[in-house]
């Protein structure tokens, strides 16, 4: 059975912070300190989880952040308000509003409404178009992330097939885009599966790298997999077990069934997580550099 290798986002996360730090020091020379803006609204726990490791990420390494907790009944118009408000802002370079929105929120409408210079989740269409154009000014950060890890363990995707199965406009279209790019660092064939795909194993089979955003707890197994394929498990599911905590995380693969077929994969937890936080720091400082 040929080993699995198993791409660390903590590693990779670490090699991003290292090369931040000049380009921080330089910031705060010229006595500015990048920062961050997040709106949460309403209290969904795996929200509440995701905001504080941002948050301790960004104390940690002596940047600016702050959570603006708003109520889950919130009117369009009041949240709108607020975002005008942290644009004017200029403690802030980045504004992030957290996803999902209660039901009665138009995502679309709201991050329509976030400057696009201070957008560090690259959500704003004019921040998609220039991404779909080829000249991405904020690239999404879990997308951002993925193709990080390709670049650090020197996976050419240029000639190979990427296989995304999902089409969320958070992870899996932004990914079809930019490992589709005609650019050194992609230039692959990339084909999109999702819910209105008939047979995803038939597809996923054919994947060079195979790419799982889908949000459905250990859907994709070894008959997804082609021999050798590349995997990349962005999903973070939680799912109950009869732990103290009542849960645990578990990404959109069964790693257990693709190991020894795989050629690589990674971890869910300490795969691709920690590299979203790792690129929304690294939005945040090229945020704060359109300020030199
Ligand atoms: N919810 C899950 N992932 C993300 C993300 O990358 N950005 C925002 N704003 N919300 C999210």
Excluded at 61 to 69: G, R, V
Excluded at 173 to 186: N, V
Excluded at 244 to 253: C, F, I, N, R, S
């Amino acid at each position: 059975m040929p080993k699995t290798k198993i791409f660390s986002g903590k590693e990779v996360s670490e090699a991003v912070y290292k090369n931040l730090q000049p380009r921080i020091s330089r910031l705060k020379q010229q006595g500015i300190t990048p920062g961050l803006a997040v709106i949460l609204v309403g209290n969904d726990p795996a929200s509440q989880v995701y905001v504080r490791s941002k948050g301790r990420k960004f104390n940690k390494l002596d940047l600016f952040s702050e959570t603006i907790m708003l109520p889950v009944d919130i009117d369009e118009d009041s949240l709108i308000s607020k975002i005008h408000e942290l644009n004017n802002d200029n403690r802030f370079h980045g504004i992030l509003v957290q996803l999902p929105l209660p039901k009665h929120l138009d995502s679309n409408k709201i991050l329509f409404e976030v400057n696009p210079k201070k957008d560090v989740d690259g959500f704003h269409p004019v921040n998609i178009g220039k991404l779909a154009l080829g000249e991405p000014q904020f690239i999404p950060c879990t997308p951002k992330g993925v193709m990080r890890i390709f670049d650090h363990y020197n996976i050419e995707l240029s000639g190979k097939h990427v296989v995304v199965v999902g089409r969320s406009n958070i992870v899996g279209r932004p990914l079809s885009i930019l490992t589709s790019l005609k650019t050194s660092y992609a230039n692959a064939t990339t084909t999109i599966c999702h819910s209105g795909t008939p047979d995803i194993p038939k597809i996923a089979k054919q994947a060079d790298v195979l790419i799982a955003a889908i949000g459905v707890p250990e859907m994709i197994d070894e008959t997804y997999v082609k021999p050798g394929a590349i995997m990349i498990d962005v999903g973070i599911n939680r799912v109950e077990d009869d732990s103290e905590k009542g849960y645990k995380l578990v990404g959109d693969v069964n790693f257990e069934s693709v190991i020894g077929i795989a050629t690589a994969i990674t971890p869910v937890p300490g795969g691709v997580g920690p590299m979203t936080i790792a690129m929304r720091v690294e939005n945040t400082v090229e945020a704060a550099e359109l300020d030199l």
